[in-house]
């Protein structure tokens, strides 16, 4: 399985950024990590093929996570953004047997 990111950059504070990640085949569940510098990878949302979700309490009620599964791409929509948003961004797939990365997306978050 493939995994291609999108839509990463540069926002202010308070700004909002979507995000887009397309597989190459149909994925059970699918979502995103981030990792700042420094720091260890951390879980940001997943959502499963029926659409059920899952949030880091950070991005609760900022963040959203949908999917188009005609697609095999899911979004990322991020509003409201803070500095402690800035991190690599990484799309993340995984079926009952194997776990699938995307490469990074930058998101910078200026103060």
């Known amino acids: 399985v493939q995994l291609q990111a999108s839509g990463g950059g540069l926002v202010p504070s308070g700004g909002s950024l979507r995000l887009s990640c397309a597989a190459s085949r149909s994925i059970i569940r699918m979502g995103w990590y981030r990792q700042a510098p420094g720091k260890q990878r951390e879980l940001v949302a997943t959502?499963?093929?029926?659409?059920?979700?899952d949030y880091a309490d950070s991005v609760k009620g900022r963040f959203t996570i949908s999917r188009d599964n005609a697609k095999n791409t899911v979004y990322l929509q991020m509003n409201s953004l803070k500095p402690e948003d800035t991190a690599a961004y990484y799309c993340?797939?995984?079926?009952?047997?194997?776990?699938?990365w995307g490469q990074g997306t930058e998101v910078t978050v200026s103060s």
């Open positions: 959502i499963g093929s029926g659409g059920s979700t």
């Open positions: 993340h797939a995984r079926t009952p047997n194997f776990t699938y």
